[in-house]
């Protein structure tokens, strides 16, 4: 008879779960703070909001509304949505089983590479400028038709190496399902540089205080009407819950 193997059961670190809930806490309540210090404030937000049909959620989810007129009534109709996620380390910022370090000082390195490349574009395929451009500061190029192989080629494994860093995050997967015009990342000062963060995507730097600095603007997404309206529904029903249990009642399904 083979001799039995006894496995060791590790309880959960009850008191690292509980500093990474606090954390997360205050890194919500920082991104709540920030948007209700704007000058545009949120007509409703929520906390741990569903961002689509899967099970993906934000840590916090707003949106901003605007009265349009239909049939002679002014309604109001969603106007503008945004989603953050709250990231305590820079290990929720990348996808897992890789070694970020050598990917991203690879990807850092290609980006000087593509900036001199596009040097030479702007001084030898002046065609692929806008002519629509007045000034020559604020013209915009077409690199993407560039003939420069070089160019391509670095474009290409800067590409390979973004889908590496981000695949299966939930940032990717928020990001493809559209559900929202701003998507932020939340992270701790002094965790994650700038531009390791997923692109399309801005970034909130918190500090110990809970001061928030906008470290990068998110780009304008292009999510369907439908698509906010989803997002609007489930903040709604996610303040529901949180009026809930104030009040102390449950809500049986």
């Known amino acids: 008879m083979a001799n039995p193997v006894y496995l060791k059961y590790r309880r959960p670190n009850a008191r690292q779960a509980a500093s990474e809930a606090r954390r997360r806490f205050l890194l919500r309540r920082a991104v709540v703070q920030w948007l ?8 409703g937000f929520a906390l741990d909001v569903p961002t689509s049909m899967t099970s993906d959620r934000g840590d916090v989810a707003a949106f901003w509304s605007a009265p349009v007129r239909i049939d002679r009534r002014t309604l109001l109709s969603p106007l503008h949505t945004c989603i953050v ?10 996808a897992a089983s890789i070694n970020p370090d050598a990917l991203y000082n690879e990807l850092s390195s290609l980006r000087k590479e593509l900036s001199h490349l596009e040097e030479q574009i702007r001084r030898l395929e002046p065609e692929l400028r806008d002519s629509h451009s007045l000034f020559e500061e604020y013209a915009e190029w077409d690199y993407v038709h560039s003939q420069n192989p070089r160019y391509q080629s670095t474009r290409n494994r800067m590409r390979e190496i973004s889908e590496k860093l981000y695949r299966g995050t939930r940032m990717e997967r928020i990001q493809k399902n559209v559900a929202a015009t701003e998507l932020y ?13 997923m692109p399309d995507w801005g970034v909130l730097s918190v500090s110990q205080d809970g001061l928030v600095t906008q470290e990068r603007p998110a780009p304008l997404q292009t999510p369907s009407p ?28």
């Open 185 to 197: 990342v939340a992270i701790p000062e002094g965790t994650v540089f700038t531009d390791e963060v």
């Open 36 to 43: 209700f210090s704007q000058g545009n404030r949120p007509d």
């Open 85 to 94: 996620i709250c990231a305590l380390d820079r290990k929720e910022c990348y």
């Open 226 to 253: 439908e698509a906010q309206l989803h997002l609007v529904q489930k903040i709604a029903q996610g303040a529901a819950e949180y009026m809930l249990a104030g009040l102390g009642l449950r809500h049986r399904k």
